[in-house]
């Protein structure tokens, strides 16, 4: 049986990651990422792109996402 991938969308922060993932880039390149967890950046301006460096905290990110419900047909 395959691990569950969790991702938590942080208010005002990154994605996290956990479980069992592999990032890879635009060509399919996979990004080393070698920890059970990570946080992907959603502000656009991490020196260290596609992962997080908080520089979110330091340009006054702001997002709250919420989860609703689906509609069934």
């Known amino acids: 049986m395959s691990e569950t991938t969790k991702i938590t969308v942080l208010d ?3 994605f996290l990651v956990a479980g ?3 990032v890879t880039d635009a ?3 996979p990004y080393h990422a070698d ?3 990570i946080a992907l950046c959603r502000c656009g301006r ?3 792109s596609p ?3 908080g ?3 330091k340009i006054g990110f702001s997002a ?3 989860a609703v419900p689906q509609v069934q047909d």
Do not use: I, K
């Open 51 to 53: 992962f997080c460096d």
């Open 55 to 57: 520089t979110h905290a």
């Open 27 to 29: 060509v399919g390149q």
């Open 12 to 14: 005002n922060g990154p």
């Open 46 to 48: 991490s020196s260290g």
């Open 20 to 22: 069992s993932f592999v």
């Open 64 to 66: 709250t996402e919420r």
């Open 35 to 37: 920890r059970e967890q």
